[in-house]
């Protein structure tokens, strides 16, 4: 993306200063193009923007394979697996994350899709990265810890041997393709973090831009 941009900025500064006159006309129009610090701190901003959306899509799909593994767990579990999970604190607890959580992140995910549509602006709960960090990366958590909690629950009924994949159970490939969840759902929260502590930066310019 700054690649992109940077060659965008080259080819207006170029035909801006074709199109100058004076002395220098390269320096005058790199004036008229604006404050490096402010276009800077624009684009640090459209980067944010940029790993919201990723990271919008990335729950969405996420809570779409964590639904079809809940349903899942029907089919190669024993029958009482629900159970016998129970039957322990900590299964119990693994299954409460696993309901509460994918139910809260169904809520803020439909919250903050209905607030950016235009049929509904009485909804926006507000404008600008904050608002979108509770209404994206919020459920985003809690679709991760749901994925971690199924997990959790088909290791604990099945044992070590759901790990392998050599016989292509059902059960190996629903827990494969959760751990897969979990790991693109943390990659894009971190790259989505450093994105955003990096935009609320004191941003620091070389004097010879000025």
């Not at 579990?77 to 299954?95: I, M, N, V, Y």
């Not at 709960?125 to 959790?152: H, Q, W």
């Not at 935009?199 to 000025?210: D, G, I, N, V």
Request: glycine fraction near 8%.
């Amino acid at each position: 993306m700054a690649e992109r941009l940077r060659w965008e900025i080259m080819d207006h500064l170029a035909e801006a200063a074709a199109d100058a006159e004076g002395d220098d006309p390269a320096r005058a129009a790199i004036e008229r193009f604006g404050s490096p610090r402010a276009f800077a701190t624009e684009y640090r901003a459209a980067v944010v923007e940029w790993r919201l959306k990723r990271m919008r899509s990335t729950a969405l799909y996420g809570m779409i394979a964590v639904f079809v593994g809940m349903r899942l767990r029907n089919f190669f579990l024993e029958p009482g697996w629900r159970d016998s999970l129970q039957s322990t604190f900590w299964g119990d607890a693994l299954l409460a994350i696993d309901r509460y959580a994918f139910l809260f992140a169904v809520i803020l995910l439909a919250v903050g899709l209905l607030s950016g549509s235009r049929f509904f602006p009485r909804m926006r709960v507000g404008d600008g990265p904050k608002s979108d960090l509770v209404t994206i990366a919020a459920p985003s958590v809690l679709i991760l810890l749901s994925a971690l909690a199924i997990i959790g629950s088909i290791f604990v009924l099945i044992g070590p041997g759901v790990m392998s994949l050599a016989d292509y159970g059902l059960g190996s490939v629903t827990f494969a393709a959760l751990v897969t969840v979990c790991i693109v759902i943390l990659a894009r929260l971190l790259n989505l973090v450093v994105a955003y502590v990096t935009s609320l930066k004191t941003l620091s310019l070389p004097k010879e831009l000025f």
